[in-house]
């Protein structure tokens, strides 16, 4: 695709990115079939191939308005159409750039604004989202029957290890999930344990920063990143800890994406590139450990796995959950639309609601259609989406795992 970039971004850091990558688009289509927003609503300028247009004429210099900001909002950033897509466009920086561009020139109307304001400084920090969800827990029964539908019930996160191994790993905590699903890590960190592995929480280390970067709060999204990496990297520099999990795919693929983000940023450019090499999703950790996983477990339950966009299309991490989840003996079945976003998307059910209801209730239906008694996903957000939507339990894989080796 031919470009001609306007003065205020042309021979930019973005400008340049930008460039190469509208240049890599053949404006061939075949991406727009396999977006979500486009099944849904029809409209070429909701799917790829039209926001890749809106964008080159916003960088272009044309006039932006409120009709091309919606359009940029509706995206859930699933990235589905970068693994469609044959000429490798990477869509997913470009509408960052999009959205960082038509955000300074469209204000956003006044209540838009606070609401996106709430959930930033609400979701990302822990302590709040906790005391936040607490509240909204003591209210459930005088709530909606939609708002209650969004609060996850209390879990109970069990026992943490207190084992001592040779072998060390950081988990990243994160923001919203110890709240909403404390027995994720926990899990995490006793099927670890029976593997020779101690599970170690950073406790300077917070919301990784993909809430505050997808809402275009991109400084703030950095400082979150520069603050992780403070936490993690004394120890994975002396070598005590050989590696990041991620028990959430949505924050994995923005660490893995940190050396990218910072790579401007001379203080931290390098960290950031090795706190990303060693950064990995929990399936490729526990893929090392297959091979003595107890074959013969008791889990004789048919599960259907969702497996999440930012697994899949973010870190293009495929097979890996099904292939750990059949050793210990689980009967793991996908459905029709598996690569399909349920809608979740981050702040994307909080902001665009209709929308993402919509995705939600159609991946339930063909959840349903598997005839598993239990869905599992890899991603605190998805799973907590979909349990919205339905009385079948929805639960990380790894609790699987944690009850097979219990
Ligand atoms: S993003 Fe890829 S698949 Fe989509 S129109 Fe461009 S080249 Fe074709
Ligand atoms: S990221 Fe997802 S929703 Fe956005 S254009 Fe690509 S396929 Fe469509």
Redesign the pocket.
Known sequence: ?QTNLADFIRNTPDGDEADAILR?????????ATCPTYQLLGDELDG??GR?YLIKQVLEGAPVTAKTQQHLDRCLTCRN??T??????K?SRLVDIGRKVVEQRVTRPFMERMQRLLVRETVSRKALFGTALALGRIARPLLSPALQDKIPLRQSAGAWPTRSHARKMWVLDGCAQPAMAPNINSATARVLDALGVQLLVAPRAGCCGALRHHLNEHEAALDDMRRNIDAWWPALHDGSVEAIVMTASGCGATVKDYGHLLAHDAAYADKAQRVSAATRDLSEILEEFIAVLPTRTRLSERVAYHPPCTLQHGQQIRGKVEAVLRAVGVEVVLCGDSHLCCGSAGSYSLLQPELSVQLRDRKLAHLAETGATTIVSANVGCSAHLQSGTDTPVLHWIELIDRALA
């Open positions: 695709m890599s688009c053949v404006h061939c289509g075949f991406c727009t790829p191939r890749i159409c970068e469609t897509c044959p000429s490798g466009v869509y």
